[in-house]
């Protein structure tokens, strides 16, 4: 993926980090755009690109471009909620997602197997949790976390492109 495929990019990410803190199976964890068979539980990621911020960055000399954008993040939590103890593991999963969450927690930073950052090419600025919401739908229990996170696109990558 490009450096400008923010949403797939932070997703796959987000995955990354929360099959860890969560102990779920890679199997278990979808971006917005995956097509999948459904699991029960497992979490749903999705990225949601706001605006650019002004001002606009010096690229390549004297090019401006917009390199600081906003982003909402949402992790569904969706688990079978006719299953004994299904309960106990949403809540868990719940708390392990916050805590993987926290603005000093191994997330955004976090290197994969290759010793190569998971997210290369941005800068994470600010993270805060904006809300959570809980329904359930017939059987299945559905927790949802929303972050907002405000990140730079590192200009290095436009000069790269160029």
């Not at 102990?23 to 539980?41: H, K, M």
């Not at 997602?97 to 997210?119: F, G």
Request: without cysteine; glycine residues 4%; charged residues 20%.
């Amino acid at each position: 993926m490009g450096f400008l495929d923010l949403e797939t990019n932070f997703e796959d990410a987000a995955k990354i980090f929360l099959e860890t803190a969560t102990g779920l199976s890679a199997s278990s964890l979808y971006a917005s755009l995956d097509q999948d068979t459904f699991t029960s539980p497992r979490l749903s990621i999705r990225a949601e690109i706001g605006g650019a911020q002004d001002p606009p960055t010096s690229v390549n000399g004297s090019v401006l471009e917009y390199t600081q954008y906003e982003l909402s993040l949402s992790i569904s939590i969706i688990s079978d909620a006719s299953i004994d103890g299904t309960q106990t593991n949403h809540r868990s999963y719940r708390e392990k997602i916050r805590e993987a969450m926290l603005l000093n927690a191994d997330n955004w930073t976090t290197v994969d197997s290759n010793l190569d950052p998971i997210l290369p090419f941005y800068e994470v600025k600010y993270m805060r949790p904006s809300g959570t919401s809980f329904d359930v739908d017939g059987d299945l229990a559905i927790s949802n976390l929303t972050y907002e996170i405000k990140f730079t696109i590192k200009p290095s990558y436009f000069n790269a492109a160029s």
